[in-house]
């Protein structure tokens, strides 16, 4: 009798899609999800929020550890190297899989390959952002400043390669105007050099913009996303504004190749449930992220990403830029 019951129950867990050697998962440690980026940033800001709702859920811990370097190198290639388990994941945007690796001639990771993606959260809002000492409050002035100026202004990124550096470029191409670049370690830094004047413009998550606008440390002159958010209506896009550009990037996570479909398929279930939490919604809108009307499957996840893949490797050769600009 005790044979049948265990026979009954290897066959309804099987039947469930989860491997009995991962019956137990995640019970017996916590989960370390991996931000390639520097604490306080927009990422970080989501990805702690996600991660408490996701916790809650699954009824184990997850911890975050901040692997910042290299605009996200580092980090993501920590998480590809990493025990194919389920007890590393990496939460992370577009920039470390869907661009960087389009200017290395000999990338740290295969974005593809080393990966199994679990799901997407969204996409952040990214604005241009100024420093209020430059005289122009539309994007069509600043355009204007910058032909008037070519070289003169500067912007900063979260590095070399970021998806911050990239928009700006294929902004400035499609504006015909010439701003340096000026690298940093982080979201953080890079808008506190505009806030501080050390920087004139950057193109960063619009979240972290919220408070310094109201107090008139920064102005906001543009989004770039196909309609206005919802959180700060007064922005006009890009393209409301003559510049026929949308920029967003995906947020999501993602675990080590290898990793076994049946931990996979389990925290898919999980993530978008998550999504499709009305609490976590708002709390998710609130720190910044755009979430998606719904979750994806693992299949279609890995279409989704190779689509990136090419999208942002099209866009980045077809505006000649460089690592180095």
């Known amino acids: 009798m005790k044979l049948l019951v265990k026979l009954i129950w290897c066959f309804l867990t099987l039947a469930g899609g989860f491997n009995l050697a991962y019956a137990d998962y995640p019970a017996d440690r916590p989960i370390k999800m991996i931000v390639p980026y520097p604490p306080g940033g927009g990422t970080d800001n989501v990805a702690r929020t996600f991660a408490k709702f996701l916790s809650d859920r699954i009824k184990q811990q997850i911890i975050i550890e901040n692997r910042a370097g290299a605009s996200g190198v580092v980090g993501s290639e920590f998480v590809a190297r990493a025990a194919p388990d389920g007890y590393t994941m990496e939460y992370t945007v577009g920039d470390t899989h869907s661009v960087l690796p389009h200017f290395f001639a000999k990338p740290r990771y295969d974005p593809l390959k080393d990966f199994i993606p679990v799901g997407v959260v969204g996409s952040m809002p990214n604005a241009l952002i100024v420093n209020p000492k430059i005289p122009a409050t539309t994007l069509e002035q600043f355009i204007q400043l910058a032909k008037a100026n070519p070289g003169k202004y500067t912007y900063s990124t979260w590095g070399l390669g970021s998806g911050a550096h990239i928009r700006t470029e294929a902004f400035n191409d499609l504006a015909k105007i010439n701003m340096l670049h000026i690298p940093y370690q982080g979201s953080g830094p890079s808008f506190a050099a505009v806030v501080g004047g050390q920087v004139d413009v950057t193109m960063a998550p619009l979240s972290l913009a919220y408070g310094h606008v ?52 389990y925290l898919n279930r999980e993530m978008n449930a998550v999504i499709a939490d009305p609490e976590a919604r708002a709390a998710l809108t609130k720190a910044g992220v755009i979430v998606r009307q719904s979750g994806m499957t693992p299949q279609e996840l890995t279409v989704y990403m190779q689509s990136e893949f090419n999208r942002w490797g099209q866009l980045i050769k077809a505006n000649n830029i460089k690592a180095e600009q």
């Open 214 to 265: 109201k107090s008139g440390g920064v102005r906001v002159l543009g989004v770039d996303t196909l309609q206005r958010v919802p959180e700060a209506p007064e922005v006009p896009t890009f393209t409301e504004q003559g510049v026929p550009i949308t920029l967003a990037f995906w947020q999501g996570i993602l675990l080590p190749a290898k990793t076994p479909q049946a931990i996979v398929n």
